[in-house]
């Protein structure tokens, strides 16, 4: 498969832990949520808002019998809302699990820690407390989310403090 | 904590159960050589598996009790009520050591010496004192109250001398009676066999299976509209539409647990607490095997333990006044479960003082929860809702038993979270029932749908009282305001209104739409009445609830969600949070305080104006039940008494009007049924029309000035009303005699 976008499984020369990596599209990013969190990626699907939810709920998705609730990576990074269908990927949490909503989801790459950078100290705190540093590919970052912190239940008690 | 561990712990705490059974079994028939051997496999049991997992403290405790338990079994000693209440302290301090493992791990430092000492002196004195009441029965055959032994440092009640066991011969007559009433299966051979034909699961994994099936169900639902025009697919479809259904029920059924788990834990309460209060009570238990979903049971564990607390203290007088007041001194305490369609009744009946209705008024004028003059004008059955209210007590003094306010509030309100209902008769002198209505399964319930902000939402049918339509043109005068609060004239009497829209989007105008239809549900969440203004109503349906994540829980607005028919999802309402949010106050108990006011008003009963065939004929409001619309192919005949199978219930259709006879021949007509309750059982009547409610005026004959009845002033028509009692019973084979009265203009 083509990658549009040129990012590529960095030089394998190097030695280093390999971690499976999936990589999302939000806006111009590339976005990367550690595989052994995702149970399953389901694309296009409108999520059914909740009126009255804290602004990261994206909404309720139809999930294998359950009702599942969905953060929407774009209102917890201040983007702007995107109309039409999203990605959802669906990421066991602590207290059961959601859905994360994307723009839409790219391969999954296999990166080393050679290649991992924290987070730079320029960034802003909400960034700061969403996001695991970087992998840098041959012409693009990677940026890691925290999926621990992007659940709902940390979100939530995270904004009544 | 390890596999075995758990398997243990949960394995004894069935046996400790069983045992807790046994004891009080025991009681009755003190020389069951079948009972004393089940007890003594349980605590043998947890002796010989504590000493395997290294549980020191539970397997000293055990052993002690083994002991004793041993001569019991061995006919060395015969247990007396003094022993029982020793054995019942075992159970008691065992269980102790399980909690405290199953929490830590680990046993606890806790020290049982006394408990244990106490077991020994149990064995000695009794033992030799045993002996001595054997002779004295073999040479006499007569039986006196015994000498309390030394060692006793239980509190002795006038109650507490054992009765049967004293006589052998009487014994071995009476000991068969008290098993069958109750309902107490032979227990050893039916632990045997039930150990082998049943498996525990885990309830996770039955949750699991009951959301597959609801997937199920919704992937059947969309597959059968995708192959409805495929003539070929017909026959496979209609087979995965039976399975599916046959599924469902069986998963259903899986959670269902009979009564007998939560009754089975009485006859314990009751035993100690009549001891503790010197009361005489005995406990009647019927129904057991009356099965009910799981989490329901737990839900009515706590307002069943509390109704029963509350009978024994309230309820049931010490034994000199009930026989000063010509009753058994010993107290009736029934406990009955049944099913009814889709509802279990948990009655809780004693035959004590009843309650008092003006001790009950005068509490409730001296607590502040209604005022003097409102109180004088109260019925008997008005103030005995009064009992209900929060802070409610009418114990002279506060026990540890009950009586501490939070009584009767609390059972409503726990039965009323699981959709139940809660019902309460007494007649002074004579006893006192209380009825738990509680759904079968929480899993599914029956809900409307309405519509409001281009989405759809759930509104359990529980809480739903009526709908109102207010149709564009009526749209601009329909509410009326006081100050920003929207409301609406129901029947004369002001509806407070919450506009969903606006609740849901703050900020949007109260208003009704001109352009387009407006519904009202008018809601009643724990007595909190009010009208909800939605969009639109789509169909009723029978909805799967699914949790929702704590963080859309913590909203408050939600208790769930569901995929409906149309694989769309939609929220369901919580009607009580719903009250609270929009600040509409417990204002039930006023309104009929209200409604009794006015004499006059107080004699008008609200009635159904229905027409059949051309009459009008009125059906009191209180007896309807439901209005179904449904095809005449759904009405059945025995004989030629038509019925219709309604929620899995026969019920009678009385079809005086013609109704059904008018419409033969042609079976996808629609017909419309109002179900009544007519007493205990429900009733059908068939009516081409349903006009209006109203309040009936009495009509006094001319003359005698007498009420006549059987007729009512129905906006100001002289309208005949429905004899309810008159529909013939199924099976009775006598013809029904309703009888429509024609119409006459006054």
């Known amino acids: 498969m083509l990658n549009p976008s040129g990012t590529e499984l960095s030089s394998g020369k190097k030695a280093g832990a390999l971690v499976e990596v999936c990589s999302v599209r939000l806006g111009q990013t590339l976005f990367g949520v550690p595989i052994r969190h995702i149970l399953e990626i389901v694309g296009s699907a409108r999520p059914q808002p909740v009126p009255l939810a804290p602004v990261y709920v994206g909404g309720l998705v139809h999930y294998r019998g359950d009702v599942l609730t969905t953060v929407s990576l774009r209102q917890l990074l201040d983007l702007p809302p995107k109309d039409g269908a999203q990605a959802i990927l669906v990421i066991e949490g602590a207290g059961g699990n959601f859905g994360l909503l994307v723009d839409s989801v790219s391969e999954v790459l296999t990166v ?50 | 904590m390890d596999e075995l561990t758990r ?150 009640t006038p109650s507490s001398h054992p009765r049967p066991a004293l006589e052998p011969s009487e014994m071995v007559a009476q000991a068969p009676a008290p098993a069958d009433a109750d309902g107490a299966k032979p227990r050893a051979p039916a632990a045997g066999t039930a150990a082998e034909s049943s498996l525990r699961v885990d309830v996770a994994l039955l949750n699991r299976m009951m959301n597959l099936v609801g997937e199920l169900v919704l992937t059947r639902n969309q597959v059968l509209q995708a192959t409805a025009a495929d003539p070929k697919m017909t026959l496979l479809s209609r087979r995965l539409d039976m399975v599916t259904a046959d599924l469902r029920e069986a998963v259903m059924k899986a959670r269902m647990q009979p009564v007998s788990n939560i009754f089975s834990k009485m006859p314990r309460i009751v035993r100690d607490l009549s001891q503790s209060l010197g009361r005489r009570v005995r406990l009647q238990m019927e129904g057991q095997e009356t099965e009910l979903d799981k989490s329901l049971l737990e839900a009515i564990k706590d307002p069943l333990t509390h109704a029963v607390r509350n009978s024994l203290d309230h309820g049931i007088e010490l034994p000199d006044v009930r026989q000063a007041a010509g009753k058994d001194p010993e107290g009736l305490l029934k406990l009955r479960a049944v099913q009814e369609g889709s509802h279990v009744v948990i009655e809780v009946s004693d035959d004590g003082a009843g309650i008092a209705v003006e001790k009950v008024r005068g509490k409730a004028i001296e607590r502040g929860l209604i005022t003097p003059e409102r109180a004088i004008q109260l019925g008997e059955r008005e103030l005995l809702q009064l009992i209900f209210l929060p802070g409610f007590s009418t114990a002279a003094a506060v026990t540890n038993v009950s009586g501490r306010g939070v009584g009767m509030d609390v059972v409503r309100t726990n039965v009323e979270r699981i959709g139940g209902k809660v019902e309460i008769d007494s007649r002074a002198g004579k006893g006192t029932t209380l009825r738990l209505r509680i759904p079968l399964t929480l899993a599914i319930i029956p809900a409307l749908i309405v519509r409001s902000l281009e989405q759809s939402f759930a509104l359990p049918q529980g809480a739903l009282s009526e709908l109102v339509h207010i149709p564009p043109e009526a749209a601009a005068k329909a509410i009326e305001w006081i100050e920003n609060a929207p409301l609406y004239r129901l029947r004369g009497r002001l509806l407070p209104l919450v506009f969903l829209d606006r609740l849901l989007m703050p900020g949007r105008e109260c208003r009704l739409s001109g352009a387009q239809d407006n519904f009202i549900a008018v809601l009643d969440a724990d007595g909190r009445r009010f009208g909800l203004v939605v969009d639109g109503l789509a169909d009723p349906e029978e909805i799967v609830v699914k949790p929702l994540s704590a963080v859309l829980k913590n909203i408050g607005l939600y208790s769930g969600a569901t995929v409906l028919g149309n694989a769309d999802l939609a929220l369901i309402l919580d009607p009580g949070s719903i009250a609270l949010k929009a600040g509409i106050a417990m204002t039930a108990e006023e309104e009929t305080v209200c409604a009794v006011e006015d004499e006059k008003e107080a004699a008008r009963i609200e009635y159904l104006l229905v027409e059949a065939a051309g009459r009008h004929a009125a059906v009191p409001l209180a007896d309807v039940l439901r209005i179904e619309q449904l095809p005449l192919s759904r009405i059945e005949y025995i004989g030629y008494r038509p019925v219709l199978n309604f929620e899995g219930q026969l019920l009678p259709v009385e079809d005086s009007g013609g109704i059904l006879a008018a419409a033969a021949g042609n079976p996808e007509a629609q017909i419309i049924v109002v179900v009544c309750r007519e007493g205990n059982r429900h009733v059908g009547i068939a009516v081409s029309h349903v006009l209006d409610v109203a309040a009936g005026d009495d009509l006094f004959e001319a003359g005698t000035g007498q009420a006549s009845s059987g007729v009512t002033l129905l906006k100001n028509r002289v309208t005949g009303v429905v004899d309810l009692g008159g529909v013939a019973a199924l099976g009775s084979g006598e013809q029904s005699h309703v009888e429509w009265n024609q119409e006459a203009v006054c």
């Open chain 1, 112 to 161: 080393s820690s050679v290649d991992f950078e924290p987070n730079p100290s320029i960034l802003g705190e909400r960034q700061r407390a969403l996001l695991a540093g970087a992998y840098k590919l041959k012409d693009t970052l990677l940026v890691m989310l925290d999926t621990e912190r992007l659940d709902p239940l940390r979100l939530g008690a995270s904004q009544a403090a």
């Open chain 2, 7 to 156: 398997e243990f712990l949960i394995e004894s705490q069935e046996g400790l159960d069983r045992m807790e059974r046994c004891l009080t079994d025991l009681e009755e028939r003190p020389q069951d050589a079948g009972l004393l051997g089940e007890i003594f496999r349980s605590v043998h049991t947890i002796k010989g598996t504590t000493g395997f997992l290294g549980f020191k403290r539970l397997e000293k405790l055990a052993h002690a009790g083994e002991n004793l338990l041993g001569l019991l079994r061995d006919g060395k000693l015969s247990a007396d009520r003094l022993i029982i209440t020793g054995l019942l302290k075992l159970l008691d301090g065992l269980r102790v050591i399980l909690k405290i493992i199953e929490a830590e791990g680990g046993e606890g430092a806790g020290e049982d010496t006394a408990l244990i000492e106490q077991l020994g002196e149990l064995q000695a004195p009794a033992h030799a004192h045993a002996e001595v009441r054997r002779a004295e029965t073999t040479v006499l055959a007569t039986a006196g109250p015994r000498p309390t032994p030394v060692t006793a440092d239980e509190p002795r």
